[in-house]
């Protein structure tokens, strides 16, 4: 289990039809989860549609440990990315809670103004998710932090959302320490640097329109837009809940600093675990359990104002445990559709037409 490269798969290859049916039932699984009981969580479906493989394989004469040793193969690849989403969902509790978070909605409120906001907020995202090579770190940190500011200048959630969303997913792919940029060359046989440019020249002209679109969007706010009160509430709760330093910003410079010089992403996201720990226990005052429970259920606000409690109760691992169970679900769907050559031969037919 130790040893990712997949072995020789000499059992035959199914037919097209035997390729395609379990995932088009599972597909079918996933619709009336969504339409009919309009639920929209795909755990179940999921988990159902490694049952409808397995029966489907066992039928054309593979045993349960060879599916077996190709689910948790492709699960063994992803492990990574759970636990960079562990470690994410402990930065974003110690840094609300160590105040990292709160000072940053408040020196943004009063430093940005609402016509460069969104470029701003892309720009900043993309930088600190290159610079630290996770897009789920970014948004989740950083990017709460820019929902907060945004929601003061009057400037809509769902433009902050797509601003945030977009400068940190560029960051994430251009990024040397990015999970998913080094499994990707690593899967296809090829170097990191090689992948990296090759994306370059779909990556970065999205980027730059992406730029231009929000910066015309942008134009449409002004001061005028501000709700001034909203915004003074928010500064007002910060100010009274936490003591707010620029010295608080240390958790996130020790996190772009570390991963400047090229530490591995793990141990640099979990270094700002340790420095907003430490800036909650010696800025906040908060004790080592109240530090701890953070770590694994998030920070949960209590200043009374709703918007406010709002978007600083978050983090912990457990925030983090929809989509990490999800994500484990789905490799061991994909590992089982690549142990009995389904995917193969899915790709051979795509590729000869």
Known sequence: MSDATPEINTQPKPSLFMAVLPIALTLGLLLVQLVVFEDFTPHIPLAFGIVITGLLALFRGYQWKEMEEGIFRVIFIGLQSVAI?????????????????????YYG??????????????????????????????????????????????????LVGGAVVSGAFFGDKMSPLSDTTNLAPAVCGTDLFSHIKNMTSTTVPAMLIALVLYFIIGLGYTSETMNAQGIE???????????????????????????????????????GVVAGSLTAVFAQGASIHEVFIAMQSGYVSETGV???????????????????????????????LERTRSLEVILDHVLTQ
């Open 85 to 105: 989403l562990m470690t994410v969902g402990m930065i974003i509790g110690t840094w609300i809670l160590g105040g990292t978070v709160p000072v940053m909605i």
């Open 109 to 158: 409120l009063q430093l940005i103004t609402p016509s460069l906001f969104l470029v701003v907020a892309m720009l900043i995202c993309a930088i600190v998710s290159l610079a630290t090579g996770t897009s789920w770190g970014t948004t989740g940190t950083l990017g709460i932090a820019l929902v907060g500011i945004g929601s003061g200048l009057g400037i809509p959630m769902h």
């Open 233 to 271: 509430i928010y500064t007002a709760k910060i100010a009274e809940t936490f003591y707010l330093s620029p010295v608080l910003l240390l958790p996130a410079l020790v996190v772009i600093g570390l991963a400047m010089k090229k530490f591995p992403a793990i141990p640099t996201l979990f270094a």
């Open 306 to 336: 709703a918007a406010v409690d709002k978007l600083l109760s978050k983090g912990g691992i457990q925030s983090m445990m929809w989509v990490t169970s999800l994500m484990l679900i789905a490799l061991g769907f994909g590992g089982i």
